[in-house]
């Protein structure tokens, strides 16, 4: 399975349609900052699953700071990340991701495109989507229990 993450659009949802275009995805995951943008994408896309959590800038927003999936048997933890500082560490949300026995947490918040592995719990940030010198989104690849991700940019190279 093949899943698109974004965060931190802030407003751009046309980089959001150029990715989804080009990647044929399976799946989206937006991590927070501008649920409204996901929303436009579902309803561009509307057989598109797309699953979200709220950012710091989704204040009303009521729905749950995190989710918890298990795709193809990989145990995923989705989260914008301010709730576990992340722009001072990522000390907190490994913690809390091991806590949840996940295989790997996806955040966002930095607007910094970053992976990391802390106690054996891999940590993936896809960077901003709409913000930023060079917009990022991740690639994440399910299957039979693996997974691999990756980040590209937004605009492809010529």
């Not at 991701?97 to 607007?111: C, N, P």
């Not at 495109?113 to 399910?142: D, F, H, K, W």
């Amino acid at each position: 399975m093949k899943i698109i993450v974004f965060s931190d659009s802030h407003g751009n949802v046309s980089n959001m349609i150029e990715v989804v275009e080009r990647e044929a995805p399976d799946r989206v995951f937006h991590l927070g900052d501008y649920l409204r943008d996901a929303k436009e994408l579902q309803m561009a896309y509307p057989d598109l699953l797309v699953d979200t959590v709220p950012g710091n800038c989704d204040w009303h927003s009521k729905a749950a700071h995190e989710k918890k999936l298990t795709i193809e048997g990989y145990s995923l933890l989705l989260c914008h990340g301010h709730d576990y500082g992340v722009k001072s560490g990522l000390g907190s949300l490994a913690y809390h991701a091991r806590q949840e026995k996940v295989s790997m947490a996806l955040f966002g918040h930095t607007h910094e495109a970053q992976v990391a592995r802390r106690g054996g719990i891999r940590l993936c940030n896809p960077g901003s989507c709409g913000m930023g010198y060079e917009p990022t989104y991740g690639v994440l690849t399910v299957q039979d229990g693996c997974a691999s991700f990756s980040i590209k940019p937004v605009q492809e190279e010529e």
